[in-house]
Structure formats: structure tokens, C-alpha cells
């Protein structure tokens, strides 16, 4: 037997390492202010901290999630420079909801095999993504770890991430102060993010069969649309660390597995509140074909993906909001407003 063939391909692994530290030295650069990367020793496998030390009434908070079977997309049309966004998205976004601002990242990057181009590519792709989301990449580990990794094809890929976040404490989001009648802003999303795509993948492979893709690449396409951001936005609402708000949030909702039905009716728990909802923002192209090919009816879809919207605000001064958000350049309108009874009622649901 070959033993060396039989192993990893050390010199590649340590070429991709190399690959990806310099590109999350990179972002070291965002974070100029609060939560800044300090590097006493500036090596690969270096010390490297957030420095926190100047910070008062500051608590700190850390989430993880990862990017599902987006990957399989992904391999599927061996395109693989979006999905940086979609990783940060799950983990930013999920901070910026409890009134927090991601600071660090770090991630795990598991692969079938190491191979140059798609590597290039996600590391070009997070890369874009951290300045996007105003963080650092702190750190990271690439395990090639051979069949062990599920997918399509021979390059596959599972790819997760921690975010350590840092909040005011007075301004952190527990959604107590939602009151009855405060309105519901919602902020379009064109893709599915990193949800539903295990449902999105069953669809079309009991439709066209193992290989849908080649018959449906536009399809395809669409669904590996890149997640959308919004921490900056939802960070300049509330003011994050050092700046003074933009207006008044009662708390947000990040639209992903689980949908409105879900992530929304999770913000209003504490509150013992409902929503009712009459002008969301309709799902994709891609969403549409999905429903009718899946047979998937629509209240079920809410459920399940999130429909053309990827994050709800709930506020007393919505024009604040959406003026922000027009700033910003992103697309966003009053959905509906709270109401006194539990529950979200979505009107054409």
C-alpha cells in the first residue's frame, strides 16, 4: 500500500492555511475602533486577542451556526466565492438581533480534499464578506478530512463559524419592550440565505434526479445567491459600541430556518405579543418555481424559507428606520404592525 498517497496532502494544507491567514490579516484592519485585533506576535499559529480593555458597562456574547447544504450548491456548479457571505450572515446577523456588535470571527473549515481554485475562492469570498460585516477574522482551522465529507462531487465541503460579539448593556435587545401597536419593519432578502435548501434539494432531485443541476443551472444559480448583511445596518440603529443611535429598536428578528412563523414569533415571546403582517416582500423567483414543482403550499413555504424577507425590526419610529435603511442601499417597508393576541398572522399566507 501507498501510505503516502493514502494520507493528506501536507504541503497543499499548509499552501491553503498559509492562503487564508493572509487573507484574514486582512480584516484585522476593520475593526479600527472598539474590539480591535492586537498581534504581540505575528505568525501563523501567533497570539492574537481583541482588546476590550478600555471598555466600560460592555458585556460580551459569543454565537456559532454554519452554512448547511448551501455547500452542496455550491459544488454542484463549482462556485464557491459566495459563500463567505452566507457564513457571516448566519453568524453576524444572529448577534446583531440581541442589540450586539460582531467583532470576531473565527471558523472550520472541513474539505473533501484541498484543491487551489475553490479554495482561492472562499477564502476571496470571506475576505469580501468581513468588510462587509465589519469584523476580523481572528482565526481558523481547514481539516482535509477525505470521505468523511458529504456532498457532490469530488471537492466538497462543510464550513461553520464562531462570532463573539460585544453590546452595551444597556443596549442589549430582550425584546421586553415590544409594546401593542409598534410597527414591523422588513428588510428584503433576494436568495435563501443557508435555510431550507435540504427541502430546495429534494424538490429538484425528485423532479429531475441526481444531476438536476445540469438541466437546471439558472435554477441552480439562484439558489446559491449570496446572503445579504445587514449588520452594519441593524448596528447603526442602535449605535453598537461607541455611537449614538439612529432611533429606537424594540427588538429584531434575523428570517432564517424556521422562517417569519418561527424567528419572528421568537423576538415577541418575551413580550406575550403577535404580528400581523400584510406587506412582506415576495419570495424569489427561485422560491416560486420551488412551491410549484414541490407542490409546497405557501403557509407551509413561511415556514420553511424566508420568502423575500431576511430581517424584521420592530420600532415605535419606522421612518427612522427606513430612512437609515435607504442610506444604506437596502430595501426596506413597513410589513405590518404588533398586536395584543399571540401568534403572526401573515395576510396572504
Known amino acids: ?37 492586537e498581534i504581540p506576535v505575528d505568525d501563523f499559529s501567533g497570539l492574537r486577542y481583541i482588546d476590550v480593555s478600555n471598555l466600560k458597562n460592555t458585556v460580551m456574547g459569543h454565537n456559532l451556526d454554519g452554512i448547511g447544504t448551501k455547500a452542496e450548491i ?75 465529507v458529504g456532498g457532490f462531487g469530488a471537492f466538497r465541503l462543510n464550513w461553520a463559524a464562531s462570532c463573539i460579539w460585544l453590546a452595551k448593556k444597556d443596549r442589549l435587545l430582550d425584546g421586553l419592550q415590544v409594546k401593542a401597536g409598534q410597527t414591523i419593519i422588513t428588510l428584503k432578502e433576494e436568495g435563501f440565505r443557508s435555510n431550507g435548501l435540504s427541502l430546495a434539494r429534494k424538490i429538484m432531485e425528485h423532479h429531475s434526479g441526481g444531476q438536476w443541476h445540469e438541466e437546471h443551472k439558472r435554477l441552480a444559480g439562484d439558489m446559491l445567491h449570496p446572503s445579504k448583511i445587514y449588520t452594519r445596518f441593524a448596528v447603526s440603529l442602535f449605535g453598537g459600541l461607541d455611537d449614538k443611535p439612529v432611533t429606537s429598536v424594540s427588538a429584531m428578528a434575523h428570517i432564517t430556518g424556521g422562517g417569519i412563523y418561527g424567528k419572528l414569533a421568537r423576538a415577541l415571546k418575551p413580550s406575550g405579543l403577535g404580528a400581523e403582517l400584510t406587506e412582506l416582500y415576495p419570495p424569489c423567483k427561485a422560491m416560486k418555481v420551488l412551491m410549484e414543482l414541490g407542490h409546497v403550499k405557501k ?51
Open 74 to 148: 455550491a459544488e454542484r456548479l463549482k462556485k464557491f466565492d459566495t459563500l463567505g457571505f452566507d457564513l457571516l450572515a448566519m453568524v453576524c446577523d444572529d448577534a446583531v438581533i440581541r442589540g450586539a456588535e460582531p467583532v470576531a470571527v473565527g471558523n472550520v473549515l472541513d474539505v473533501s480534499r484541498i484543491e487551489a481554485k475553490p479554495m482561492a475562492q472562499l477564502a476571496s469570498g470571506l475576505e469580501r464578506a468581513a468588510k462587509m460585516a465589519n469584523v476580523s477574522i481572528i482565526n481558523g482551522e481547514i481539516a482535509e478530512l477525505g470521505k468523511k
Open 1 to 37: 500500500m501507498d501510505y503516502q498517497k493514502a494520507g493528506v496532502d501536507v504541503l497543499a494544507g499548509d499552501s491553503a492555511s498559509a492562503a487564508f491567514y493572509r487573507v484574514s490579516k486582512t480584516t484585522w484592519q476593520f475593526r479600527k475602533g472598539h474590539g480591535r485585533v
Open 299 to 349: 403557509d407551509e413555504a413561511y415556514k420553511t424559507w424566508n420568502m423575500g424577507n431576511g430581517l424584521m425590526i420592530v420600532t415605535d419610529q419606522p421612518d427612522a428606520v427606513l430612512k437609515q435603511a435607504k442610506f444604506l442601499n437596502l430595501d426596506a417597508k413597513v410589513a405590518g404592525t404588533v398586536k395584543t393576541e399571540p401568534g403572526i398572522n401573515i395576510e396572504d399566507a
